[in-house]
């Protein structure tokens, strides 16, 4: 039985830190409440626990123009998060766990700013025909959340540029991410802000569940450090034991060639490179520099730079490039 509702508003826009007070609010919720989370990210990439990072997104790019790429608990698909989403989660206790609810909360919120609002499948919430949220699911020992994505002023642009899966051909198991017509609630209601409807989803929050919400305290701010150290490290994030392949190929002045890896746990387990290059010594050159290293783009080249000379080190390096990996 819900005695309580409860709610945390996410002051910082540290993707790591956010995801671990997520999990810090999973962990130590009540047994009769329900905890509302509002909180943002800047310029990331979040994708499922079993997504495959570079299937679903430029990583490369994203980090060379600042943004980070995060790794959820929940399973679905990758998803952008920047200053003009807000990003919301509903936490309790499995038994009062009740998805219809917590829709309805979402569906009064945008009502309560003027837009009407339905559910499509089992994920997402349209607006005028066009995703606005997409919702993902999690539990755990008996605990259980439902997160997702309101788009209010998020930049398309840049969702779709990051988004983009490489261009390379990668041959992974992982799940992969279904697109969608996507829409800003602020196209269907001008003066609304992330702001303006953090505060309709609170008062949707008690309307719906018919009890006045009190804020959540939070403590233990060093275990939370540790968990998005966790979360933020290379391992956790790339490191994942789904195994894929990938290959590229081109033909240059000295010669063609092709790369092929395979890679678990994101670091590559094995190279095949052919060639018809005069120079014999490049595909075993490749085989050799390549493998074991984490597969990345940074690394990847470095490795190319150290074994081969240019200026064939340098076409290779722009074949990988190429890949948008």
């Not at 002023?153 to 996507?182: I, N």
């Not at 309709?200 to 719906?208: I, P, Q, R």
Request: glycine share 6%.
């Amino acid at each position: 039985m819900i005695n309580k509702l409860q709610y945390y508003m996410g002051t910082g826009f540290d993707p790591y830190k956010n995801l671990a007070i997520e999990k810090h609010l999973l962990d130590t919720v009540a047994d009769d409440a329900v905890i509302l989370y509002l909180w943002q990210n800047k310029n990331t990439v979040v994708i499922g626990k079993n997504q495959n990072p570079w299937a679903e997104c430029r990583t490369a790019l994203l980090e060379e123009e600042g943004g980070h790429l995060a790794r959820r608990l929940s399973g679905g698909g990758a998803v952008f998060h920047d200053l003009g989403n807000l990003n919301f989660t509903f936490i309790c206790n499995t038994r009062n766990y009740d998805l219809t609810r917590q829709l309805e909360v979402i569906r009064t919120a945008c009502s309560q700013a003027g837009i009407e609002t339905e559910i499509s499948g089992r994920n997402d919430i349209l607006a005028d025909g066009r995703k606005f949220s997409g919702n993902a699911f999690y539990n755990s020992k008996g605990k259980s959340y439902h997160h997702g994505t309101l788009l209010i002023s998020a930049d398309t642009e840049q969702m779709g540029r990051y988004l983009t899966p490489s261009k390379a051909k990668l041959a992974t198991k992982g799940v992969k991410s279904v697109k969608s017509r996507v829409v800003n609630l602020s196209e269907l209601s001008a003066n609304l802000t992330c702001e303006s409807i953090a505060k309709y989803m609170l008062c949707a929050f008690e309307d719906v569940y018919g009890l006045k919400a009190e804020p959540v305290c939070i403590n233990n701010s060093e275990s939370i450090m540790e968990l998005a150290k966790q979360y933020s490290s290379w391992e956790y994030i790339y490191g994942i034991s789904i195994p894929f392949s990938f290959s590229c190929e081109e033909r240059f002045n000295w010669g063609s060639i092709e790369i092929q890896l395979q890679v678990t746990n994101g670091i590559i387990q094995a190279v095949k490179a052919y060639s018809d290059s005069m120079d014999w010594q490049i595909a075993e050159l490749i085989e050799s520099a390549l493998t074991g290293k984490r597969f990345e783009l940074r690394t990847l080249k470095n490795s190319i730079c150290e074994a081969i000379s240019a200026p064939v080190a340098a076409d290779i390096c722009r074949l990988l490039e190429e890949q948008e990996l």
